[in-house]
């Protein structure tokens, strides 16, 4: 039987760099979904401040500068702001456990968690770049379960597949995605904001693929 | 003497008030038989705790019997006999043909078979006529408890055994198919011959049978091994070929077993080869496509472990467990119908009693006219064929040691003194032998069965009178099952207790119980009930506890005084089974807070215990008067420590989840940590859920409405297809339904509506169903005509 009975957790980082083999995630979040229901789950928003671990070196606000520019201006503040914000967050490994501990109240069984009771992640361009991130942090701290093994959803992959042979969106960068969806940019680039908006679009996908997928004829 | 009197008329003596203390002996001359309020308990078919007749069949049975005496009961527990296979034992579910042209067969474990019944409704059979394999039908597959479990070791080839092959795993009593009929395993002989399925040998060890042996591997094949003229069969049998010699026949015709004084004979010509055929008749094996007439090499007991067995629809009452036959759990009678169904209708006035001859009904009246006591044949033999009781006696072990030659001695002799007797005609004396014959299958010592019916009964009156000292003792020893079955057996139990009007509450802190314990009316858990706690951690626990005032006692107190003391996953599993909810935060606000308290260190500790006033009931508090302690010896050891403890109190300021309590968090972790969930159910949160007019204990006991609306989850579902009808060929479904007032069984999803709600009725989802009740027979059901996901 395919129907599927695993929440789906959509999440998302902002980190201070864009190669996913060092740079360091300041900011998580996640909402998880009702496969059934297909709605956001009550009370299911998950959000944290992270401290990156290089902040203290001298050389990481010129190193970062890019970065931090980007984060002020997604803000409203100055760079100094957004370091000591960053400085006084969360240190890494005490956030990446409480995500794990927070993702593992989804299970499907809570019985008995394994990688195949887990949520099954989903986000924009998650394929490319989140799921790097997580299966690094994953590694480093010792965590085996967070994620279904196999199933995930990527919406940039998605919304190719979808509007591969369409004038719009123009790009299919979640800022596009959204303004195509006629959704507001308040909000824009702060991970929360940017996952339930995320999350609203993988709804509308999934229940346009469960109402498409009972009238297509798949046999020959 | 004050006296407890219940409205059955049952008194026992008042020993002691509060708590509620009564004399009574559970024996059964202390006990009256005729208890009203025992017979109704049992008729309901609440037999769970009741001995013998506690599994899903005895349940199922006493149910549809509604015994009234002890008769009765007797005569439950005597049909009532199923053998039972071990949980891994494979079943086979289907054949099917590989890409290379070979066919194989698809088996499951049959404990997967029960967790998913709705996916399976075929089994494949033994034609017990033809020797094919058939597609047979599955009635039901039933766990029937945890039993002594035992290795059958079986070959089929010569002088290998095939272990791994035949791996079935049984208890003594159930029955495999032997070449002298359907035999329970304690009854069979090694060296006897019982049907297994072929197996295609490619081991080294078998392929060298090919050679110089291929002649024996023939002859194991076609014939039983013994003489064909003394049955002699230990060791130095030889296999004889009629005419010419290994290399030149050796076709199974040319062969037959010799002991060595027969074979000299032979070969000096003294027996001749007519004789030989003629003899050898009755060791040839019938031989089948699919089959083979393995030689059983003795049991051997592996452990008490659960069990299951298969109830088949028929007209093949087998099924093939371990590559092996075995009979399936109902036994067959004079006709296609079973034994137990005989009884159970001419108990209940739906078939007519009947006797064959007048004279058997002095002897059968008792059982509505069916044999099922050993002591009823000794009575047809005594009263019509005027059987000595030495002679009546032997009969008896005949039956009771299922020995085919001596049955077929007391058959003959039964005819002869019936004829003389001249009650009965020399067909009705045949047919009277034929049944007893037949009956040796199931027939039981009255004696015994009913010694098992008044420790039934006795069970069953303590249930009636005392349910909760009842099953608060049955819940302490659920604990004694196997890890994976112990919180079955607890939901079940506290299903059954919620069912008779029972309050079960979670473990709490307070109570100070390490097992589950009666009070004031209500059974609790106990703390070492809960799910990674033991019964060490959980008296230390409540050692920690004993001098606590919990009326006052605050949160960060009860952190300091036993959360740092006890093992940190114990003490969340604590949190998670609801123990110490009495301190009015929720579950998930005190597993956030117990993790940033487990990053203190001990110097960190003290220093907050030092500031506990008892006016705050949140960590937040403290933690903040912990930042501001200066830094040295008496604070804080160092800044980075400091910075630590901010970040610690940051997350407590500005948790990344929600701290909230959902009743679907609540209700999963306490199934995984107590087994059942006690204090919410999935559907407490979930609004739309308000809008039913029933539930499931309402359902059960009969009240509803004209048009049901409820509001559930799906426990089980079991997907048929139509046989006859206009709908013929269609899916149709029956599901086993729960809410937070119990399960209810009997829901029926025709065709159109399961076509239509497929993608939703699915296991484990919470829906809403709307349908009407409609009586058929005996039973109600709930016939879904809508479905809602909610």
């Not at chain 2, 630590?644 to 209700?667: F, M, N």
Request: hydrophobic residues 35%; glycine residues 6%; charged residues 30%.
């Amino acid at each position: 039987m395919a129907i599927n009975l695993n929440k789906i957790c959509v999440f998302d980082f902002e980190t201070d760099g864009i190669d996913t083999k060092v740079c360091a995630p300041v900011q998580l979040a996640a909402v998880m979904i009702d496969p059934r229901k297909l709605e956001i789950i009550d009370g299911s928003e998950f959000s944290i401040h992270i401290r990156p671990c290089e902040i203290d070196n001298i050389d990481y606000y010129t190193s970062h500068r890019d970065t931090i520019e980007f984060h002020a201006k997604v803000a409203g503040c100055s760079h100094d702001e957004i370091m000591n914000k960053w400085k006084n967050s969360i240190p890494l490994e005490k956030a990446w456990t409480s995500f794990a501990d927070y993702c593992s109240n989804y299970h499907t069984n809570p019985a008995r968690k394994t990688k195949y009771t887990a949520p099954i992640p989903a986000g924009h361009n998650i394929d490319d770049f989140d799921m790097k991130i997580v299966e690094r942090l994953n590694e480093q701290f010792k965590i085996k379960t967070l994620f279904h093994c196999r199933d995930k959803i990527d919406t940039l992959t998605q919304s190719f597949i979808w509007f591969e042979n369409q004038l719009e969106p123009a790009k299919y960068n979640f800022d596009a995605i959204r303004e195509f969806l006629g959704k507001s940019k308040a909000g824009a680039h702060t991970a929360l904001q940017d996952v339930k908006d995320c999350a609203d679009f993988v709804i509308r996908l999934l229940n346009l693929h469960r109402k498409v997928a009972t009238k297509v004829k798949w046999k020959s | 003497m004050e006296k407890l009197r219940f409205d059955c008329g049952c008194e026992f003596e008042v020993i002691q008030q509060n708590p509620l203390k009564v004399k009574y002996i559970p024996k059964i001359v202390h006990t009256q038989l005729n208890c009203e309020r025992t017979w109704k308990f049992i008729q309901s078919g609440q037999t769970k705790g009741m001995f013998q007749i506690e599994s899903q069949l005895g349940k199922m049975l006493a149910k549809k019997l509604k015994p009234e005496n002890i008769e009765h009961l007797s005569a439950l527990v005597a049909i009532m006999r199923p053998g039972c296979v071990c949980k891994d034992t494979k079943v086979i579910v289907g054949n099917y043909t590989r890409k290379n042209g070979t066919k194989n067969l698809k088996k499951i474990s049959i404990e997967k078979l029960y967790k998913n019944k709705h996916l399976y409704t075929n089994l494949l059979s033994v034609d017990e006529q033809t020797g094919q394999l058939v597609e047979n039908k599955i009635k039901d597959v039933l766990y029937t408890g945890i039993k002594p479990v035992y290795k059958v070791k079986i070959r089929s080839i010569y002088r290998h055994d095939n272990n791994d092959f035949y791996d079935l795993r049984c208890t003594d009593d159930h029955k495999l198919l032997t070449i002298h009929g359907w035999k329970e395993l304690k009854d069979i002989v090694v060296g006897e011959r019982i049907l297994v399925v072929k197996h295609h040998h490619t081991s080294k060890a078998v392929k060298s049978t090919k050679g110089k042996h291929y002649f024996k591997e023939i002859a194991f094949k076609h014939y039983q091994e013994h003489c064909v003229f003394c049955d002699w069969n230990k060791g130095s049998l030889d296999v004889n070929h009629l005419e010419g010699n290994r290399q030149t026949n050796n076709e199974p015709e040319n062969l037959n077993y010799f002991c060595p004084n027969h074979h000299r004979e032979y070969s000096e010509n003294a027996i001749s080869k007519a004789e030989v055929i003629e003899a050898r008749q009755k060791f040839k094996l019938p031989q089948y496509e699919n089959f083979i007439w393995g030689e059983y090499l003795g049991k051997e007991y592996v452990e008490d472990t659960d069990v299951y067995d298969i109830m088949m629809e028929g007209p093949h009452h087998n099924f093939i467990a371990g590559n092996t036959v075995v009979h399936n759990c109902m036994e067959s009678f004079e006709d296609e119908k079973s034994i137990t169904n005989h009884y159970i209708d001419r108990k209940n006035n739906i078939e007519p009693v009947k006797y064959y001859v007048p004279a058997l009904e002095p002897i059968l009246k008792s059982t509505y006219g069916c044999l099922i006591y050993q002591e009823q044949i000794l009575a047809i033999a005594k009263q019509l064929a005027g059987f000595t009781l030495q002679e009546a006696d032997e009969l008896r072990r005949a039956v009771g040691k299922k020995k085919p030659e001596l049955m077929a001695k007391c058959k003959k002799m039964f005819k002869e003194k019936a004829k003389a007797v001249g009650i009965l005609t020399e067909e009705q004396a045949d047919t009277i032998f034929d049944w007893i014959e037949k009956s040796q299958r199931y027939l039981f010592n009255k004696s015994h069965s009913i010694s098992y019916a008044y420790t039934c009964y006795l069970t069953a009156y303590s249930k009636a009178h005392f349910p909760r000292a009842f099953m608060t003792s049955y819940l302490r020893y659920a604990k004694d099952k196997t890890a994976t079955k112990k919180n079955d057996e607890i939901k079940e139990l506290v299903n059954d207790s919620r069912s008779i009007g029972i309050v079960v509450k979670g473990p709490d802190v307070r109570r100070g119980n390490v097992h589950f314990k009666l009070f004031d009316k209500e059974i609790y858990f106990g703390l070492s009930n809960i799910s990674g706690i033991g019964e060490k951690a959980a008296e230390t626990i409540i050692n920690n506890t004993k001098n606590m005032n919990f009326e006052k006692v605050t949160w960060p107190e009860f952190l300091v005084q036993v959360g740092q003391f006890t093992n940190s996953k114990a003490f969340e599993n604590l949190i998670e089974a609801g123990a110490i909810d009495f301190l009015g935060i929720s579950r998930n606000q005190m597993l956030l807070e117990y993790k940033q308290f487990c990053d203190l260190t001990e110097k960190e500790v003290t220093l907050l215990t030092g500031g506990l006033s008892g006016d705050h009931n949140s960590l937040e508090y403290y933690l903040e008067q912990l930042v501001k302690k200066p830094t040295g010896r008496a604070g804080i050891s160092s800044e980075a420590r400091r910075t630590k403890i901010k970040g610690l109190l940051d997350i407590l300021k500005h948790p990344p989840h929600s701290t909230r309590d959902t009743s679907e968090w609540i209700s999963g972790v306490e199934e995984a940590k107590l087994g059942v969930n006690i204090s919410a159910s999935r559907l407490d949160d979930n609004h739309s859920a308000k809008c039913a007019n029933s539930s499931c204990v309402e359902l059960s006991n009969g009240g509803h409405r004209d048009y049901v609306l409820l509001a559930c989850v799906i426990k089980n579902i079991r997907e048929n297809t139509i046989k006859r009808g206009p709908s013929e060929g269609r899916k149709m479904a029956f599901m086993k339904v729960e809410d937070e007032t119990g399960i209810y069984e009997n829901v029926v999803v025709f065709s159109d509506a399961w076509e239509a709600n497929r993608s939703v009725l699915i296991e484990k989802n919470t829906v809403m169903l709307g349908g009407e009740i409609k009586r058929n027979k005996e039973t109600e059901s709930l016939i879904v005509q809508q479905v809602f996901q909610i």
